[in-house]
């Protein structure tokens, strides 16, 4: 047992909680680092988190919990980040100890705001993580249905496949399943692209299109988030693979995805502004919508409801009018 | 006005109604054919359809109506069939005018039981029509939609592509957008396909698994689909286009297909008979799962999930046993 590499997962919320359960599935020990200081207490007493799949229950015998970054840095060989993008880049800052030979995976859906980098390519860049060491955990797969131990796939994507098996030895179990790629650029994107296509489909559900012209639009996704993809980084990838088409599609259909009630907000007639204000947290495509966009500016992909969304959230446009010219441009 | 073609509908079903909705927003006279005396004397006088979609109203002018398919065959050039599968033999037999220089459109989804054609093949190699005669009429579209006019996209398939745009110029309307192609075929089992994929969401659903597992369900039937129908008839197409990937998510993620909810009652331990009992009408899914693996015993794609679907319906197996072996096919 002494020779199972120690594994920490870095963040504390639902997606964060979900992986530290399916780890203690299978390890002795968790390493689980948060920065706040009440909820690290809250779960030594009460075996669970205050905030996020508090059905979950921990062995707290299990956890080893810190609040140190730097110590659960020193701690780990493999280290899973499940911090929200627009926070993970204060956390890197505070690291100070060496990262020379730890494997670092990205459970991270979107892009770092001041690098306009996707995780695993900031990692790489501003980081210097050679590419062997960079790993992508990805979806389909809403957190909250961890909690309930319903069958979810996983895609553990690496470079260096051999520790893409290793990780995903440690998070299989009775109801997780787990496919190994070493398309860490691709499955990355798709995340991230994902949320913006879950903004679409809300702002047109909120504007009253139906079924029919969901799935048109979803058809549509995937076909622009190929090219999109492609663009960035070409290889050979099946598209409608679990890790691109099925993650588009959990978010994308879900009535759940913060990413889509936002859209779903904007569609009914919320401005921006008011429909950030309702919520708690930012819904994640809306930086992945500037992001994205920029980035195509540079690429060139043939991408109409990118656009169409980052007109509507960042020029101000009319979402009605937008999404009836948007629809001519799809098919 | 004189030279537009002759249209006629066979059907008095949702999507038959929906057709002749659609059609009657561009032709001054729509021939309809129904067998049922009485919702032809319904709708003369009623001017809606007493069974399907009856909120759509018509302008009793604007309707050929007619009872003696024979009649209607001889006056339409475009002949548009949208009965369902089982009882399309038995409205073929009765016509005993010529159908030379006629042009049949298929907009049922399935295969006709007697010949376990799907119906653009069994126009060809029963009727003797020529291919370049012989067209498809496909979604993603829920007939409710088109009665409540939201934006729906039809695909219009035919090897004389002309003839799709004709038939397609008189589709199009405020809410119905369409899109031509070659692929009779492709988009023809597309249709077929997906309902048995959706009786496998439903049985999925019916068994407790959750959205995470419907994504990539549905991820691996476009993949499957696509291997299906490449050994039924090889040619480029991309299977993301709306006729195949976005009739499946249609009819895959909707709560009120018919097939959906006969495989969820199967989920939920109805036997198959007590369930088909249950239903006003047999989903069409469920011959198209015999056919279909009929189809490919002999072509030998792999396709799990037909086959799944096969055994649980016609070979009595257990579904959970049978979905819990598919859980470990799929990826």
Same mark, same amino acid.
């Given at each position: ?9 870095? $963040? ?37 988190? !205050?905030?996020?799949?508090? #059905? =979950? ?11 140190? *970054? ?9 280290? +899973? ?26 459970? +991270?859906?979107?892009?770092? !705001?001041?690098?306009?980098?996707? =995780? ?9 993580? !050679? ?24 895609? +553990? ?5 051999? &520790? ?14 787990? &496919?190994? #790629? ?23 559900? $909120?504007? $009253? ?6 799935? =048109?639009?979803?058809?549509?996704? *995937? ?5 999109? +993809? ?5 290889? %050979? ?15 994308? @259909? ?8 936002? $859209? ?25 919508? %500037? ?22 959230? @960042?020029?101000? %446009?009319? !979402?009605?009018?937008?999404?009836? %010219? ?6």
């Amino acid at each position: 047992m002494n020779n199972k590499p120690k594994i920490a997962v870095f $963040g504390s919320g639902s997606w964060a909680t979900a992986i530290v359960k399916m780890l203690c599935e299978n390890l002795e020990t968790v390493g689980w680092y948060m920065r706040s200081e009440y909820s690290l207490e809250y779960i030594k007493r009460n075996e669970h988190n !205050p905030n996020y799949l508090s #059905s =979950v229950e921990f062995d707290i015998n299990q956890l080893f919990l810190s609040k140190d *970054i730097n110590e659960m840095v020193e701690y780990a060989d493999y280290l +899973i980040f499940a911090i929200p993008s627009a926070f993970v880049q204060d956390e890197l800052d505070k690291i100070n100890v060496s990262l020379k030979d730890k494997i670092l995976f990205s459970a +991270i859906k979107g892009i770092i !705001p001041k690098s306009g980098l996707i =995780v695993g390519e900031h990692f790489h860049e501003k980081m210097s993580i !050679p590419f062997e060491n960079i790993g992508v955990i990805t979806g389909p797969c809403h957190a909250e249905e961890v909690a309930l131990e319903r069958l979810s796939y996983l895609t +553990i994507a690496c470079q260096d496949e051999s &520790k893409a098996k290793v990780l995903s030895s440690f998070l299989e179990s009775d109801y997780i399943k787990t &496919k190994v #790629s070493d398309d860490i650029i691709g499955t990355e994107y798709a995340a991230m692209l994902k949320n913006i296509y879950a903004i679409a489909a809300g702002i047109a559900h $909120g504007l $009253g299109y139906g079924d029919n012209f969901q799935s =048109v639009l979803m058809s549509n996704s *995937i076909r622009e988030m190929k090219k999109f +993809i492609k663009k960035v980084h070409k290889m %050979k990838r099946n598209i409608n693979n679990s890790a691109y088409l099925g993650d588009l599609l959990v978010t994308g @259909y879900s009535t759940f995805s913060r990413n889509r009630m936002f $859209g779903n907000m904007i569609g009914k007639g919320y401005t921006v502004k008011s429909a950030m204000m309702e919520m708690v947290m930012v819904a994640e495509g809306y930086y992945a919508t %500037k992001s994205a966009y920029e980035i195509n500016q540079k690429n060139g992909a043939n991408t109409p409801i990118i656009d169409t969304v980052y007109r509507v959230l @960042y020029e101000n %446009k009319n !979402p009605k009018n937008q999404f009836k %010219k948007l629809t001519d441009l799809l098919d």
